[in-house]
């Protein structure tokens, strides 16, 4: 009697413990064709592109959210975002325009969470070249940046 209890105890735990445990995502293609069409894609990070796929590979248009909560969607190619496109970030910041190879490149609008706006030239992430910080309160400063600093 003893024997059948602890059997039915540990079996009761084992099943409660499988119920509890957190399920899996599923990863790789969960419709349509990404191999050369249209279709939804969930990485194993937990991002997730929906778009056009050719070969396997990101390219075209599509729309990819990561799973810390930034969204892009635009033109993709070799699985980056490259070419025109817009990038919403969890603190409700915003760009929009041109990408090279991932990466803010060329030129676009740059919406900060603060009410600021900056229009002008990107290389790598950061501004570039010439643009225009418009502040909240309306002024306005136009000036010309090296990798990232104001130089005039």
Same mark, same amino acid.
Request: with cysteine; net charge negative.
């Given at each position: 009697?003893?024997?059948?209890?602890?059997?039915?105890?540990?079996?009761?735990? =084992?099943?409660?413990?499988?119920?509890? %445990?957190?399920?899996?995502?599923? =990863?790789?293609?969960? %419709? #349509?064709?990404?191999?050369?069409?249209? #279709? =939804?894609?969930?990485?194993?990070?937990? %991002?997730?592109?929906?778009?056009?796929?050719?070969?396997?590979?990101?390219?075209?248009?599509?729309?990819?959210? &990561?799973?810390?909560?930034?969204?892009?969607?635009?033109?993709?190619?070799?699985?980056?975002?490259?070419?025109? *496109?817009?990038?919403?970030?969890?603190?409700?910041?915003?760009?929009?325009?041109?990408?090279?190879?991932?990466?803010?490149?060329?030129?676009?609008?740059? &919406?900060? %969470?603060?009410?600021?706006?900056?229009? *002008?030239?990107?290389?790598?992430?950061?501004?570039?070249?010439?643009?225009?910080?418009?502040?909240?309160?309306?002024?306005?400063?136009?000036?010309?940046?090296?990798?990232?600093?104001?130089?005039?």
């Amino acid at each position: 009697m003893k024997t059948k209890l602890l059997l039915i105890s540990t079996l009761f735990l =084992v099943l409660f413990a499988a119920c509890q %445990s957190p399920q899996r995502k599923a =990863v790789g293609c969960i %419709s #349509g064709d990404c191999t050369n069409g249209y #279709g =939804v894609f969930i990485l194993e990070n937990g %991002s997730r592109y929906e778009g056009e796929f050719l070969e396997g590979i990101r390219t075209g248009q599509g729309k990819l959210i &990561w799973a810390d909560g930034r969204e892009y969607t635009g033109e993709f190619m070799d699985n980056q975002p490259h070419g025109s *496109g817009v990038l919403i970030q969890p603190d409700g910041s915003r760009y929009e325009g041109d990408f090279r190879e991932g990466k803010l490149s060329g030129n676009g609008t740059l &919406w900060f %969470s603060d009410g600021r706006i900056y229009v *002008g030239e990107f290389e790598n992430n950061i501004r570039h070249g010439s643009g225009r910080m418009i502040f909240e309160d309306g002024t306005v400063l136009d000036a010309i940046y090296m990798n990232g600093i104001r130089v005039k």
